[in-house]
């Protein structure tokens, strides 16, 4: 095998396990950290019920963010929805043996990437003209863009242009990664390109911003049912204040009616 | 610490002892705020201390107004009347004037 | 109305261009040593301070997880950019949400990340130095934790819960606001924000049972400490010192009268507000909290009721079950030795708007409308009610009781711009302990968004009357109004559009 196939194969289990161990830490912090107070935020959900109709309209369709900006919405959820497309898509290469029925038929989805590097090219124009992203971003927020777009472009190449990999080796080495069957890299040096970035991404996830993805399933924000007069919502680290039941404090003369 | 007629001051103006209140000293206040002190004024600034004597508070501006209006006839017993006098309020700047702490809270 | 003009200015004040450093400075006076030791805090700044601080940070964020989420989740959209109305007002960049909450995660990033630990420029990382600590005392002292930012976060991530957590550093590092920290002394010592003692109160209520009686003939009475009330009246201290604040208390007063339920006020929690939110210390503000739990207890009412506090309402509403246990459902022994003392067929506790919103839904109030048509009314919906609490437990009651309180009184009430009220609602400029003459500056230039949509209302609907539900708010807009060319009278409570109209039927058997 070559040498620089061992190379990315290696550097995709190492980025795995920054992602798996780095994530599991994360959310094992996030699930821990106790929330001592109600702090939802309006419009805030009376029930459970309300609580994932919240999530849906966030997740699903950014729902806080086309409140704020509309431009930034439309850049914003294209890409991750293109994002989100382009995944499925590319589950068939990730596929070992058999690959099921429906996933031949995510063709079409490739041109989700049109979205995809409108949404990026759009997120990062703003970063560069606005002055307010402009003053709040730091070199990895571009760099992160840039990175995005790269993979974006040299996967583009790969469809739409005439750089196509040979499909098989390209199956055959991503399987291989989840089935540990290692196999060679196809000749196209594009295709590294394309990948390297990728794994990269991986393994700065739980590093990085990146955390806004799971972060926002534990903000107390979203997460708490506005219901604290009617039931008591007490965090361990809280309720041993209580300890010591009568409260020490002053008495004082009160008239009878 | 600042001081005005070597008396001290906190940093908003405010006298730390009550009791190192003069006449003088209102009086030297009301000039670096740019203000002359009338007779109404020093009707103000007088109640403002009796009233601190007798409750160790200023009073609210409603019962201040209704005093004064007492004391200076129902057309000057009202808030506006009383912003004319101290335009930074009379609670606030009354309260300076006379050597009494500032009122804190909402207010 | 200029359809033209929304599309412009979606929040219907420009959005500025940044001015770096237009607001920078020292921040407000700092609390003496005397102050901050009243509170546990040192009085001065420890020599190792940022040792001790980014161990507090570690605390704090261990305890909360909202600001450990919050730290680690922002995208850095820029959603939140244009959201603050300190931001929109001063164009300092330093004032726009994020920048602010970067302040604190800039030397979260730089001591607990391994990015910023490695590569600490490419993330923006810093470390906690002088200039820092500077930044931070002076921006997260303007930053009225109005949770307005909040709203538009597609994280959710809400400023204030930094902006608590980074004055809860300060203070253990004994730099503390001095607003604030005296205003808790004076809560711990005397009951209330004034530090007004209990003779002082209790001629004061006399004071206004007299006027009451002067302006209607009838005896509405003002009680204090009276023991098996029905009601217990917690309302902010304001409300027997300021003005306007004090036609507030009279509406209240006339409402109880009508209600015929028997109320009280208690000398000992003589203060609804609680400024130990401001400064992000659990325990202070717990405090608080138990002042009124002991009240409570030592009067054996059936329910507790809040006054027109903003901050207040939020504390009481969404954190006094935890903090106390003023509230309903409570499986514990400690929360249930006073909830079974209180009457479970009532929220508890209740708004006051709440109350009187109930009282006028079952007919038991008769109002003389006409008594407020020279008002043309506009309501302020505050920030700590609108997206912190609820009212009437139902979807956005908060919103909608004040308003139906008010129309109930008034012929003639006109929202602003839907942008700048209820989620959206812009602050008044003068929350979370920066309503001190120190910031008045802060204070003029933040209150620009509400002013210009005040504006807008004025001059299309020929709005003339200012209603809000706070304190804070009351004060504040009483200030800056006449800096906006209004006039400061213009500011009203919604209890004294309810006092101004409500008829008491006592007067009215008199006249028969
Ligand atoms: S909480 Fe309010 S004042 Fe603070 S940053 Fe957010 S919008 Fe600004
Ligand atoms: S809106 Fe939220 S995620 Fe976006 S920059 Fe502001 S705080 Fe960060």
């Not at chain 1, 990175?147 to 390209?170: D, E, K, R, S, W």
């Amino acid at each position: 095998m070559s040498l620089i196939s061992i190379f990315l194969i290696f550097f995709f289990y190492v980025s795995a396990l920054i992602f798996i161990s780095g994530l599991s830490y994360k959310l094992i912090q996030y699930r821990r950290t106790p929330a001592p107070l109600k702090i939802p935020i309006a419009p805030s959900a009376l029930d459970k019920k309300g609580v994932l109709l919240r999530y849906f309209r966030e997740i699903f369709l950014f729902a806080s963010l086309f409140k704020a900006n509309k431009w930034t919405w439309l850049f914003g959820w294209s890409f991750h929805l293109a994002l989100v497309l382009l995944f499925f898509r590319h589950l068939v290469y990730f596929w070992p043996g058999e690959v099921p029925l429906i996933l031949y038929k995510t063709e079409s989805l490739k041109y989700a990437a049109y979205p995809l590097i409108f949404g990026l090219l759009g997120l990062l124009a703003r970063r560069v003209f606005v002055d307010r992203i402009r003053y709040i971003s730091a070199p990895s927020d571009y760099l992160m863009l840039l990175v995005f777009i790269f993979i974006a472009l040299t996967g583009m190449m790969m469809t739409f242009a005439n750089y196509h990999p040979n499909i098989l080796m390209v199956k055959n080495f991503a399987s291989g990664l989840i089935t540990f069957k290692w196999s060679e890299l196809p000749g196209e040096i594009i295709f590294v390109f394309h990948i390297l970035p990728v794994f990269c991404i991986i393994a700065i996830f739980p590093l990085s911003k990146l955390l806004h993805a799971p972060g926002v399933f534990f903000a107390p924000t979203f997460n708490q049912v506005d219901n604290a007069r009617k039931k008591r919502h007490l965090s361990d680290w809280a309720s041993k204040k209580e300890d010591n039941l009568e409260i020490n404090l002053e008495s004082k003369n009160l008239k009878d009616k | 610490m600042a001081e005005i007629l070597g008396a001290e001051v906190d940093e908003e103006g405010y006298l730390l002892k009550v009791s190192d209140w003069t006449a003088d000293i209102a009086q030297a206040m009301s000039e670096e705020d740019g203000i002359e002190l009338s007779p109404e004024h020093w009707e103000v600034i007088n109640f403002l201390q009796e009233y601190y004597e007798e409750y160790e508070f200023a009073p609210a501006v409603r019962v201040l107004t209704k005093a004064i209006a007492k004391k200076l006839g129902n057309d000057k017993g009202n808030s506006r009347y009383l912003y004319s006098l101290f335009p930074y309020g009379p609670a606030k700047q009354g309260c300076r004037f006379a050597g009494l702490p500032k009122p804190t809270g909402c207010v | 109305m200029s359809t033209d003009n929304q599309i412009k200015l979606p929040t219907y004040v420009e959005t500025p261009s940044i001015r770096k450093d237009s607001m920078a400075g020292d921040g407000p006076f700092k609390a003496s040593v005397e102050i901050q030791n009243k509170l546990g805090f040192p009085g001065e700044k420890v020599e190792n301070w940022q040792q001790v601080a980014i161990n507090k940070m570690a605390e704090t964020k261990s305890k909360y997880k909202s600001v450990q989420v919050f730290l680690d989740s922002c995208m850095k959209c820029g959603a939140c950019t244009d959201k603050c109305h300190y931001f929109l007002g001063t164009a300092d960049p330093k004032n726009m949400p994020v920048a602010r909450q970067d302040l604190f995660r800039s030397v979260y990033r730089r001591h607990f990340t391994f990015a910023g630990k490695y590569f600490p420029r490419l993330v923006g990382a810093k470390d906690f130095d002088e200039d820092m600590l500077n930044d931070w005392y002076n921006y997260f002292h303007q930053c009225s934790q109005c949770r307005r930012c909040a709203v538009f976060c597609p994280s959710g991530i809400d400023t204030a819960e930094i902006s608590m957590a980074a004055r809860e550093v300060m203070n253990v590092i004994g730099v503390g606001q001095k607003y604030t920290n005296q205003i808790l002394g004076k809560v711990k010592k005397i009951g209330n924000n004034l530090g007004m003692p209990e003779p002082a109160l209790k001629d004061t209520l006399m004071d206004l049972e007299e006027e009451i009686k002067e302006d209607t003939g009838v005896d509405v009475k003002l009680p204090i400490d009276i023991k098996n009330s029905e009601i217990l009246m917690v309302s902010p201290s304001a409300d027997f010192f300021a003005e306007p604040h004090i036609d507030g208390l009279i509406g209240y007063a006339k409402v109880f009268h009508e209600s015929g339920v028997s109320w009280t006020l208690s000398s000992y929690a003589s203060e609804a507000a609680n400024f130990g939110m401001f400064i992000g210390n659990y325990d202070v503000m717990r405090e608080g909290a138990l002042r009124i739990r002991k009240a409570a207890l030592d009067l054996n009412v059936k329910r507790v009721i809040i006054g027109e506090c903003g901050h207040a309402w939020r504390v009481a509403y969404s954190f006094w079950n935890t903090l106390s246990g003023i509230g309903t459902g409570a499986e514990d022994e400690y929360a249930m030795r006073l909830q079974n003392q209180l009457d479970s067929q009532y929220p508890q506790p209740q708004h006051m708007i709440e109350f009187t919103y109930d009282l006028i839904k079952n007919n038991k109030l008769t109002f003389e409308k006409s008594n407020n048509d020279h008002r043309v009314v506009t309501f302020h919906d505050s920030c700590n009610v609108a997206r912190g609490s609820n009212m009437g437990d139902i979807e956005n009651g908060q919103f909608i009781l004040p308003r139906e309180v008010i129309k109930a009184a008034c012929n003639n009430f006109i929202d602003m711009p839907k942008n700048t009220i209820k989620s959206s609602t812009f602050c008044c400029g003068g929350g979370a302990g920066l309503l001190t003459d120190d910031l008045i500056d802060l204070r003029i230039k933040g209150a620009k968004p509400r002013m210009h949509a005040l504006r807008k209302s004025e001059q299309e609907s020929g709005v003339n009357t200012l209603a809000a539900i706070c304190a804070i708010c009351k004060s504040q807009f009483s200030k800056v109004l006449p800096n906006y060319d209004f006039d400061p009278y213009m500011v009203v409570s919604v209890h004294q559009l309810v006092s101004d109209a409500i008829v008491l039927s006592e007067s009215l058997k008199q006249k028969d």
